[in-house]
């Protein structure tokens, strides 16, 4: 089978691609036996990045208040009447 000069250009593509990979393979951290990959560093915030410190109006208290203010808005938002009649009531003849 005579052979085409596209099919030697494959030939000779794939023949590079394997020796770049044995060639870089038997190095790689992640091949060697008993290697860990250490996580990804995470930098410290820069100070012009950081929330500010709480001020005296946001301490535990003011949560609390908030709280309270939001379940007497859903009572507000939800009065109770009184209750439904049932659904399926009995039928009369």
């Known amino acids: 089978m005579p052979k085409t000069p596209a099919s030697r250009l494959y030939a ?12 870089c393979g038997h190095n790689s951290p992640t091949c060697r036996p008993g290697s ?19 001020t005296p109006e946001c301490s535990p208290s003011c949560s609390a208040s908030a709280l309270n203010e939001f379940e ?22």
């Open 72 to 93: 007497r808005w859903q009572q507000l938002l939800t009065p109770a009447g009184p209750p439904a009649s049932s659904a399926s009531s009995p039928s009369t003849r």
């Open 36 to 54: 860990e990959v250490k996580p990804p560093a995470i930098p410290h915030l820069p100070e012009t990045a950081r929330q500010p410190a709480l």
């Open 12 to 23: 000779l593509m794939l023949t590079g691609l394997l020796l770049l990979l044995a060639g």
